[in-house]
């Protein structure tokens, strides 16, 4: 087993949890290189997050592994749908999509407090993120933060742009506006963990979460994350959500295995 019950706990409760040594230390300078061959050759569905004239670059990129041989090595052969595997209690985990997260030194630009699920065409409860750092992260650079236990709510918010541009389609979601968490929430309740390189955070879709700016004169935060689903997900392309790279080619109410989104890890117990 890779996870502790006492880190299966904390996720349970909290909706997101810090592991660290659950990676082999080669894929903290395999993906840094891999960052770098993505930013200087971005695909179609990256995006310049960044807005202010007095910000440095805030980058983000999706679906690499579909087109980047890295980034595919990461997800088939890395440890991360094992992990997923154990924490949500699945007996098959597909990669929904990956998404790099650069903060350059001086970054202005917050990532806006929001949920993932709603982004999503999906519906289920096995749903989760891990996202592995590549630099030393603190709330300083830009390190996530995570109001502890809203996945537990039953709130759904309404998804906003992180550039400010476009996606007018959100307001076709239905849903709540978010709130200023910042007024709202005490700061007990806002958890943001200090990250090493190769550690690694696991959150749940529905959990609230972004980050400030990256204040650092000198630290990058690179963070690659990597969507992962369980045995109870199904598509559900509703209105107000984010387009996918590609049809799938599914029906409402299927089960993901798809092209697209395949099946990386599969508990072969299962299968007898």
């Known amino acids: 087993m890779i996870l502790s019950n006492k880190e299966k706990q904390i996720y349970a409760l909290d909706g997101v949890v ?5 990676f082999d230390p080669k894929w903290v300078e395999f993906l840094r290189n891999a960052t770098e061959d993505n930013m200087n050759n971005p695909g179609e569905m990256a995006e310049e997050y960044a807005k202010a004239e007095n910000s440095t670059r805030f980058f983000g990129d999706q679906y690499i592994w579909t087109r980047n041989n890295d980034f595919k090595k990461f997800v088939f ?3 991360a749908a094992k992990i997923a595997a154990e924490l949500m209690g699945s007996s098959k985990i597909n990669m929904f999509f990956d998404h790099l997260l650069v903060k ?3 970054s202005v630009e917050p990532t806006p407090w ?3 699920g709603p982004y999503w065409k999906i519906k289920g409860e096995q749903i989760c993120s891990i996202w592995f750092a590549m630099d030393d992260v603190s709330e300083e650079n830009g390190g996530v ?3 502890k236990g809203s996945h537990r709510t039953g709130i759904r918010y309404r998804p906003q742009s992180f550039s400010g541009k476009g996606h007018a389609e959100y307001g076709e979601a239905g849903l ?5 968490i910042d007024q709202t929430v005490p700061e007990d309740q806002i958890i943001c963990y200090d990250l090493k390189p190769g550690d690694c955070l696991i959150h749940h879709a529905n959990i609230i979460h972004g980050a400030r700016g990256n204040k650092s004169a000198a630290t990058r935060r690179r963070g690659y994350a990597t969507r992962w689903t369980g045995d109870d997900v199904v598509w559900d392309p509703r209105k107000g959500t984010t387009e996918v790279l590609k049809d799938p080619g599914l029906k409402p109410g299927d089960p993901l ?3 697209l989104f395949p099946v990386v890890w599969r508990n072969k117990s299962s299968d007898c």
């Not at 810090?18 to 659950?22: I, L, R, T």
């Not at 709540?176 to 200023?180: G, H, I, Q, Y």
């Open 18 to 22: 810090k592991v660290s040594d659950a």
């Open 77 to 79: 052969e890395s440890e």
């Open 104 to 106: 350059e030194p001086g």
């Open 114 to 116: 929001h949920q993932d």
């Open 145 to 147: 933060r995570y109001v």
């Open 176 to 180: 709540e506006v978010m709130p200023d």
């Open 257 to 259: 295995d798809s092209d």
